[in-house]
């Protein structure tokens, strides 16, 4: 079966601290992941995607075929950080599957 | 910057009453989609589109339907609202091929009374 985990609902850091959020796909194909992000009042938006290999706002993640897992990393969190993070996979090269999201939460 | 428009932000709706959500974008995307986002499940696929007149159920069609008559606009209809379709609607569009991301509408938040 086709599925994204993200097992955490909220991941709450300091200002400066590091922070990973984790995913998790099921999948028997080729995936294509990626990260969208959701800060207050304003629309769902692509962070970033495992293909483009980048790094966004200080944010990168790295797609481990042997774990399956896409978990989303950045050094030092800001307080802008704070948002809805949701993991998505590509099947079939249209249909994209979400995860739960988790809600970041970055404190002063 | 692609541009998807969801025509309200919020509606209320009555049980029974058929519903329409109406998704426009203007970058010439070929496929447009349809999700619903609720706290816990995330995003669920209701249904999709990749050309005109062509529709494709997603992983919870139960209740809905879709219109696709123009490339431009795709329209999610629910034929009878119930009070479990209380929900936000989330349209996206995306170009034709693989690892191209979804653009999102504001997404319009439906209550059903």
């Known amino acids: 079966a086709q599925r994204v985990t993200q097992p955490e609902k909220l991941l709450s850091v300091f200002k400066g601290a590091p922070v990973e959020l984790k995913c998790n796909y099921s999948y028997s194909g080729s995936p294509e992941l990626f990260w969208y992000v959701q800060y207050s009042r304003q629309r769902l938006q692509l962070l970033l995607r495992h293909i483009s290999r980048e790094s966004i706002k200080g944010f990168t993640a790295d797609l481990n075929k042997g774990e399956t897992s896409f978990h989303l990393k950045k050094p030092f969190a800001q307080e802008e950080d704070s948002a809805m993070y949701y993991c998505a996979l590509m099947t079939g090269g249209f249909k994209t599957i979400f995860g739960a999201g988790t809600r970041l939460f970055v404190k002063a | ?113």
């Open chain 2, 1 to 113: 910057d692609v541009k998807v428009t969801q025509s309200s932000r919020y509606l209320v709706k009555r049980t029974g009453e058929k519903v329409f959500l109406e998704c426009v974008q203007d970058m010439d995307h070929e496929n447009m989609f349809w999700y619903r986002q609720d706290p816990g499940l995330g995003l669920r696929l209701i249904y999709f589109s990749y050309d005109v007149k062509m529709k494709e159920k997603g992983d919870i069609p139960e209740g809905y339907s879709v219109s696709r008559e123009k490339k431009e606009r795709f329209s999610l209809i629910l034929e009878s609202a119930s009070t479990n379709q209380t929900s936000m609607y989330l349209c996206a569009s995306s170009i034709q091929g693989t690892d191209s991301p979804l653009h999102f509408g504001n997404g319009t938040r439906l209550t059903v009374t």
